[in-house]
């Protein structure tokens, strides 16, 4: 990752996962934090198709990550990571490339939902 | 003052009540539109809508206000029938017969006519008055059928205000009363 882009400085909001009381409401995961180092770029058009159409109109960077990052997952009831870029802005991890076999390292497509 | 519905007792009452008309463990009847996990099948979700005020549905009682206080008044108490729906959708996996999702909604809408269920109501504030019929909206998703089913129940409930009003307690005349 760090010889193909300036890597940055990005903090990754995790939740645990949530669960249902006896009267059907739900509990949701406390959240911790980490850093990891990872090159963050504009996704390319043929990124975005890989998105609901929804989304293609969003603010999507794609983050090459060093660590597996979360999408929202029903069966574990976890949800999407949240990465907070250097310059403060909120992204929404939305899918997530293996590439650890081959390249040592994950690429993601992260959608915008806050400053 | 109002009187806030005690919307969480209402509620778990309603949750009881599907929980153990349909068999399912407690944690497999949900309440939906939390951001929550869907639960794997077969789980039931439930949503509300309302409540809404029927016709006038406003009773009034005037009494003197006892509270104290700097000027005379009287309490006014209004009551309000108010109704709200209840749609109970089932989700199982793409079979027929008792682990179906019509089954599984069947004994909930039965049960909802029984003495015992409708005490349990009661207690809670809410009266089960209207039930629909339980229809089948399986549907496709992706490759293979996802069996759904839905139950509409409506209910009603009071609400009550409370609100102190002045009153003339005196009036006068100034300069000439002519008849």
Redesign the interface.
């Known amino acids: 990752v760090k010889r193909q882009a300036v890597p940055q400085n990005v903090t990754v909001t995790r939740a645990a996962?949530?669960?249902?009381?006896?009267?059907?409401?739900?509990s949701?995961g406390s959240a911790s934090s980490f850093s990891i180092q990872a090159a963050v770029q504009p996704a390319t058009g043929r990124d975005l198709m890989r998105l609901p159409e929804a989304f293609r109109v969003s603010d999507v960077q794609a983050v090459w990550s060093p660590v597996p990052l979360r999408t929202f997952d029903?069966?574990?009831?976890?949800p999407a990571d949240v990465l907070t870029l250097a310059n403060g802005a909120i992204y929404q991890v939305e899918h997530v490339e293996d590439w650890s076999g081959n390249g040592t390292y994950f690429k993601v497509l992260a959608r915008r939902i806050g400053t | 003052v109002i009187t806030p519905v005690d919307w969480a007792a209402v509620e778990n009452a309603i949750h009881a009540w599907v929980a153990a008309g349909s068999g399912l463990a407690a944690g497999k009847v949900i309440w939906d539109d939390q951001g929550g996990p869907r639960p794997s099948v077969p789980f039931i979700a439930l949503h509300r809508e309302g409540p809404a005020t029927k016709g006038l549905g406003v009773e009034t009682r005037i009494s003197p206000y006892t509270g104290g206080g700097p000027y005379p008044a009287v309490d006014v108490d209004a009551i309000a029938q108010k109704e709200f729906d209840l749609s109970v959708t089932a989700f199982t996996g793409p079979v027929t017969s008792g682990g179906s999702a019509t089954a599984l909604l069947d004994p909930v809408e039965l049960n909802s006519h029984s003495q015992t269920q409708l005490l349990l109501f009661s207690q809670a504030g809410i009266c089960c008055f209207d039930r629909g019929p339980v229809q089948n909206l399986s549907q496709v998703v992706e490759t293979v059928f996802e069996g759904r089913a839905l139950l509409r129940v409506r209910f009603r409930l009071v609400s009550g205000l409370n609100e102190q009003l002045g009153w003339i307690q005196t009036v006068g005349v100034v300069g000439t009363f002519q008849t």
């Open positions: 996962a949530s669960a249902y009381d006896v009267n059907g409401r739900v949701l029903q069966p574990s009831a976890t």
